[in-house]
């Protein structure tokens, strides 16, 4: 996995010269080692689409068996 840390800059055009003002982390997140990366920006601008890692889930189950059995109860 790799992190990718995305920020927020102002920024100030004057003439032919562009100035960062003031830049500021948004939020991180872990991406998949592949060739390209796998994220986007929506069309409106106000969201962030990525393909990310699975995370670990715990590793056991509850089944519950001949429930309608205990429905008669």
């Known amino acids: 996995m790799t ?3 995305l920020m ?3 920024l100030n055009l004057s003439g032919q010269t562009l100035q960062v ?4 982390p948004l ?3 872990n991406l998949l ?3 390209a990366p796998l994220f986007d920006v ?3 601008g106000q969201r962030f689409v990525a393909v990310t890692p699975a995370r670990a ?3 056991s ?3 519950l068996l001949n429930w309608p059995a205990l429905l008669k109860r």
Do not use: C, G, Y
């Open 3 to 5: 992190p990718l840390k």
């Open 8 to 10: 927020k800059a102002e």
């Open 21 to 24: 003002k003031s830049l500021r």
């Open 27 to 29: 939020f991180q997140m």
């Open 33 to 35: 080692d592949v060739p």
């Open 42 to 44: 929506t069309a409106d």
């Open 57 to 59: 889930e715990a590793s």
């Open 61 to 63: 189950i509850n089944l």
